[in-house]
């Protein structure tokens, strides 16, 4: 079902006169993160709903009457932290493979994988996660040959940082029949060396050639994993995630954990588009909201293009760093408009992956002919990179959210410049041009891309420099957010972006009772105390999701 509370009558439950109900909890002794500033306030959750914000000097009834007092003890209460745009089981199933990320060399990383294999049953797979060529000396994309050396005798499979490209083993290679003689299939391509015989690397779609033949993961598996996700981005403050493409065995795991009251944080589930027997039967239900609002079906996932890294973002002009490759169409514009069309007639939001600006134009072309401008079905575009000047403007015109990811900017800003070239450059992750010309934002992390930790995401968001530190001021400093902006890109803007902003993405009386509580406050003094804030709490529904130092 689905629960909008007109915010009229929210100010009808705002304190003093009123006198002091029950409460389930009572938040006391914190500095409370409201729409209009920071207040001393105590908070009293029933039911998995703000009841009331109490000034200080009203609290003592308030004390006396709750079944339970948290002592924040000076701590900052935020409304809960959303991850604008996740993948949720990805996440779960890379907790669970071997760590790629921030390797130093290819040799490294056929040591970790080596190390790993050794640990597996004779035979299983050898799943890894978070490789990217950028970061090694030789920055060429690898071949399996020293992969293939040290582990000879079971299939391994390392995914790209960008989820875009793998590289495969011998064994592996030969378990999904690729050879010399196979063809690149269609949105995708089968990288191979100066005799042609395959390196390993498949990008896009040609990675389905082996995707295919992995063993399917179980329930059991696609459980385990939500629960190992939901409880990781809890501990990183996050109470909700959209998780940005979600499979018709994944859903049904989310149903039943949901029905079971076990869901860690709430899930707003954009479908996988690809899949047409999931959007018939979803389509036929109609948007759903679950009663406790911990799971909501309402939007559908869709691709237009690929990655920048792999080079499968689909450009307008050829790569500046490869002038043979202009990017790929992953999805024919038939197949976007037909899906958007029967999203649209079932009331479904649609979110299109566009990364490239050719991807951007051409998804921007089909909402406008499907949609028209304004369109309350609150369209996004997922990632929305690189944006031609003409097309900035068209975001507010059709109504269009750009649902953005900062730590992609801050990962990409090495090496996008040489992708783009000088012209283009500055197109690139252009939130403040979004912003000044009425666009909505949200923000995210694309985990398990980047990190899911959203002090990562605000960071990049207002400086545009890698926390480690480089030269100021931050890459094309003009387009970053401010602090309270890019406070609001993870909780207000993404509650509008998912159609909660009528129950939760603040902090007020009636609200869902989601909170993030840190140790200092997020939106002052050097951008520096964002990555130093610790998070203490979060609670999700009024119940605790994550403690610090806590045995949950
Ligand atoms: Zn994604």
């Known amino acids: 079902m689905l629960r909008l509370l007109p915010l009229l009558l929210l100010a009808t439950a705002i304190t003093s006169a009123v006198a002091a109900p029950r409460c389930d909890r009572l938040l006391v002794g914190g500095t409370v993160h409201l729409p209009d500033g920071p207040q001393r306030l105590e908070v009293a959750v029933a039911e998995g709903r703000i009841v009331a914000l109490v000034p200080p000097s009203e609290a003592k009834a308030w004390r006396a009457a709750a079944a339970e007092v948290v002592e924040l003890a ?42 790993a294999a050794n640990t597996l049953p004779a035979g299983s797979w050898v799943l890894g996660r978070g490789w990217d060529q950028n970061d090694w000396p030789d920055k060429a994309l690898p071949a399996h040959a020293a992969l293939t050396a040290a582990v000879p005798d079971r299939p391994a499979l390392l995914r790209r940082v960008d989820g875009h ?103 707003y589930a954009i479908l996988d588009g690809g899949d047409d027997e999931l959007l018939a039967a979803e389509f036929g239900n109609g948007p759903w909201l679950s009663r406790g609002g911990m799971l909501a079906v309402r939007a559908v996932k869709l691709y237009a293009d690929g990655a920048l890294g792999s080079r499968g973002a689909a450009l307008s002009a050829p790569y500046s760093d490869e002038p043979g490759s202009r990017g790929l169409d992953v999805t024919t514009s038939a197949r976007l408009a037909d899906v958007i069309r029967r999203a649209a007639k079932a009331g479904f939001q649609p979110c299109v992956h566009a990364i490239g600006d050719a991807a951007v134009t051409r998804t921007l072309d089909i909402y406008e002919q499907v949609l028209g401008a304004g369109s309350t079905l609150r369209p996004r575009i997922e990632h929305a990179q690189i944006v031609r000047p003409e097309d900035v403007p068209r975001f507010a015109k059709l109504g269009v959210i750009a649902a953005v990811q900062p730590t992609h900017c801050t990962s990409d800003m090495p090496w996008a410049p040489r992708r783009l070239g000088a012209e283009r450059t500055p197109w690139a992750y252009r939130w403040r041009s979004l912003l000044a010309a009425g666009a909505r934002l949200e923000l995210g992390s694309d985990v398990p891309v980047e990190s899911p930790d959203p002090r990562l995401g605000m960071w990049a968001a207002v400086t545009r420099r890698p926390p480690e530190g480089t030269a100021e001021p931050g890459w094309n400093l003009p387009e970053a957010l401010t602090r309270a902006e890019a406070i609001a890109g993870f909780t207000a803007w993404p509650a509008y972006a998912a159609f909660e902003e009528g129950w939760r993405g603040a902090i007020a009386p009636a609200l869902a009772a989601d909170f993030t509580i840190v140790d200092r406050s997020l939106g002052d003094g050097d951008p520096a105390t964002i990555l130093q804030a610790r998070v203490l709490r979060t609670i999700v529904a009024g119940r605790d999701a994550f403690v610090a130092g806590g045995t949950r």
């Open 74 to 115: 000076g701590a900052h209460v935020y409304p809960g932290l959303t991850e604008g745009h996740g993948h949720f089981v990805g996440y779960g199933a890379a907790l669970e493979q071997v760590d790629l990320v921030g390797t130093a060399s290819f040799a490294e990383i056929v040591t970790r994988v080596k190390a």
């Open 165 to 267: 490209a793998v590289l495969l083993n011998a064994r592996a290679l030969a378990e999904a029949g690729i050879t010399v003689a196979s063809p690149d299939p269609a949105g995708g391509r089968i990288l191979r060396d100066a005799s042609g015989a395959p390196t390993g690397v498949l990008v896009d779609a040609a990675a389905d050639l082996v995707e295919r033949i992995l063993p399917r993961p179980t329930a059991a598996d696609i459980e385990r994993r939500v629960l190992l996700a939901g409880r990781t981005l809890a501990s990183f403050g996050l109470t909700s995630i959209h998780d940005a493409g979600t499979s018709r065995a994944e859903l049904t795991v989310l149903r039943g954990l949901e029905r079971d009251g076990r869901l860690p944080v709430r899930v």
